[in-house]
């Protein structure tokens, strides 16, 4: 759909303050660690010093008999008999017969202060047995590896395979080795990424009460409130309707908060301690040893390309380790590595690896860093190789609407060509480059989601509106779902509310995460708003003795739909709300569904960088994000998504890493040694909006979340090349390494 | 472990509390007084979501013991603004969309306001540098830089 | 008839046909179609897979599966 078939909007794409603003910059608003109740205990957890041991014994009566303690828990209260993702849920919150990682809970305690409770989980004690244990993925899959969990494999693993191999996959189309015989130039390379953290600044908190009636409340931060419920009452045995789940404002989720790791401790030590509130807040390296990093990665790519720059064959095999249980996001890898480009001869193989590492959760387009990070890399090189121009090999292969996307689906509307041109056509491209400096230029791609959304709208009694949506707001779409709402009912954006509400409060939503909240949330809002258009209508049609039908919605007001209609002046929703007690009754609308309609987005990003030739130190000089938004909603909060997506790629690219030593500890557990980036790391980020509106939502939205940490990874490596001539095929690219490499190339 | 009876100002109010001698600042803000705004992000001073001033001192206060606030005075995001008036840095913060999650927005406001005080005209590297010790993981930065930088605009102007 | 074109490594449930062809008007059809031919494939569709219907995933089981509409089985799709 051409942009000018949409219409002009007085709020869609203006730039309003937030409506958490105030509380946000005043320390007013309450995040998971904020909230205490009467007679409230503290919670804390004893996790396992060791990467695999088999659990001999635990003795906590020493803590049991200590002044304050009112509970302490271990496997042994939970439900016995659960199976696939309900019992690997369980599992991860607490260790049953072996614990599967460095981090991994073993017994929880509830006290009368945060104290008291550390106290009593340095008096419980643990008798283990080391076992050997397996890190990195490649070893994994070796046959002499540790086996994880036997029977762990899904029914996809052939017979015959590792078996910490639990789910593999093999798709494509064409024939690759056809392919590869049409090039002039195949190229083949293996490349490796670590696990990473999503690294949200709040550390996972909750407060949570359970009775003996099976009836329970938590406080929580949350990206999905529903999943928090499912999950926990999974866990625990109870009826998912009877436990009621509140979310806090959030301080950061990144995907990393769409599951549970902590939150039925608090539960389980509630029941256990006669129904008292329980509070439990993660420290920093509970966060980073027990809560869900990415995956870590080892891959290969190879890939054909005739002179002129089309490729003609590609083919991918990936191995991705998730941790200790199933569930890395290999499959998503494999699916946007080569979904940039138009392609006759694909192939993807990919395997989901076990090892003694923390459960992975989702981060920013689960996957496609990675395969970014291998795909990008190897066809800079190709480009270099035949001295084809990166941008305009990627324009030569880009897919359009219609084609076949390398996953399979044929492509609705999307806007990766006009990506690459507005990329093209931006002034950083032209600004020359000092000695020891390069530039690199990546694409990078991801889906977007739909998902199971509920949404209220109520008009108020003084004609303004209240909407109730089920997606935490992680970065300002109360702000966007309030000016749609508003636009649609022709009322200031200052007269709708949108508050993110509890369990209690909406049908099932699916959390925020697969950059969803304004596109389905959104999109529910206006459907919602509509049918509150329609009543009032209706409203009006009776107060004037016409037919609804003969009644149309105009700026925030009813009026005759022509003269034949009536002759009668607007009535206003002020109007219609102030009366609508004795005209039928409260005015409101709802929506559920599972929207249609999503709109994948594709980014481009240039990255300038210099090397230290001396000490490997990469700086960022310059920064361009340019991205289709399909319509920016609030384009400040489009930019922020597109700016805040580049700067975690930026740190996976260069600082960010899981170290384990040779004993499977995880070595750098603290923001000091996980260095993410720091204000005088980066650059200003530029920021190019694309907007080709996606024809599936009323108001063109992609949702833009998530893109724009897959193409950082590539680009800065493609940048480090032009730099320096070295060539890094790992990540991170941290001084030490860029210095070896730039050493062995003999530079 | 006996407590100690701590007397101290925070944020122009005579407060006192009794404080456990393990406990951090950080600790007795929230969980004693009440004051929430101050976040723990890491309790190991990497972060600066817990930052407040201490005799005018910018500090970590996961870094302090409440014990050694004891006749000291604590500023903290709660009382930055002037009753319902917000300080240019707060009302900037807001203007340029610089939070997004806001979890560090009260450690971020805290340090900035105190670079505004000590210069008055920093250069964009002057407010990465000082602000290197409090991160933010949602917004790459670019958006706070502006904030402050706009908000120590106004501060001139309104001091000119 | 409604073609439903298979991720290449679950041709070991289907006698190695990568596109199955069952009588079906919606999505839910398609898939029991797919399971009552293909016993094999169950747990994988059990455990959740997305089905995409000219392009577009298709949002629950009830969506119609026009005549000669491209489908295509894909592992679930979610995101962070």
Known sequence: MAKDEFKEFKLVGTRPDRPDGLDKVTGRARYGADISAPGMLWAAVLRSPHAHARIVRIDTSKAEALTGVKAVITRADFPTGLTGEDWNLQENTMAGERALYDGHAVAAVAATSKLRAEEAVRLIEVEYEVLPHVIDVDDAIKPDAPVIREGAADATVPEGMPPNVVRYMEFGRGDVEAGFAEADLVMEKTYKTEATHQGYIEPHACMGQLGADGKGEMWVCTQGQWFIRKMCTAVLGLETSQLRVTPSEIGGGFGGKTTIFMEPLSLALSKKAGGKPVKLVMSRSDVLRATGPTASASMDVKIGMKKDGTITGARAEFRMQGGAFPGSPVDMALYCCFAPYKLKNVEHVGYDVLANRPKCAAYRAPGSPMGAFAVESLLDEMCRELGVDPLDMRLKNAVREGDTASYGPKYGSIGLVETLEATKAHPNLSIPLGPNQGRGIAAGYWFNHNGETSVSLAISEDGTAQVSVGTPDIGGSRASIALMTAETLGIPY?????????????????????????????????????????????????????????????????????????????????????????????????????????????????????????????????????????????????????????????????????????????????????????????????????????????????????????????????????????????????????????????? | MSKVHVTTSVNGDEVEFLADPRETLLDCLRDHIGLTGSKEGCGTGDCGACSVTLDGTLVCSCLVLGVEADGKRVETIEGMADGAELHPLQRKFIEHAALQCGFCTPGILVAAKKLLETNPNPTEEEIRYWLAGNLCRCTGYDKIIRAVMDAAAELRQEAA | MVAINLWSSLTRFTEGARVVEVEAETVGGALDGLVAAHPGLGPIIEAGVSVVVDGEIAPNRHTKVPQGAEVVLMQRLKGG
């Open chain 1, 494 to 747: 200052e007269d709708v509310r949108v508050n993110v509400v509890e369990t209690g409060a909406l049908g099932v939503n699916e959390p925020t995460h697969g950059s969803r909240a304004t596109f389905a949330s959104g999109k529910a809002a206006v459907v919602a708003a509509g049918h509150a258009i329609t009543e009032m209508c209706r409203r009006a049609a009776n107060e004037w003795g016409i037919d609804p039908e003969a009644v149309e919605w105009v700026d925030g007001a009813a009026q005759p739909a022509g003269d034949n209609a009536g002759k009668f002046p607007p009535m206003t929703i002020a109007e219609i709300a102030g009366k609508m007690g004795s005209t039928g009754g409260p005015i409101s609308g709802h929506h559920e569904s599972v929207p249609d309609g999503v709109g994948a987005s594709f980014g481009c990003h240039v990255v300038d960088v210099e090397v230290d030739p001396e000490t490997g130190r990469t700086t960022i000089l310059r920064y361009l994000v340019v991205q289709d938004a399909g319509r920016a909603i609030h384009p400040a909060y489009v930019e922020g998504q597109y700016q805040g997506g580049a700067a975690q790629g930026i740190g996976w690219a260069l600082n960010e890493a899981y170290i384990y030593g040779e004993d499977g500890r995880l070595q750098n557990s603290v923001f000091l040694d996980y260095r993410v980036p720091v204000a005088s790391d980066l650059p200003m980020i530029d920021t190019v909006i694309v907007e080709v509106p996606n024809p599936g939502h009323p108001y063109g939205v992609r949702g833009v979340g998530e893109t724009g940490i897959t193409p950082p990874l590539p680009a800065i490596a493609n940048a480090i090349q032009e730099a320096t001539g070295a060539r890094l095929c790992e990540l991170p690219m941290s001084p030490p390494k860029v210095l070896a490499a730039i050493k062995a190339k003999g530079g």
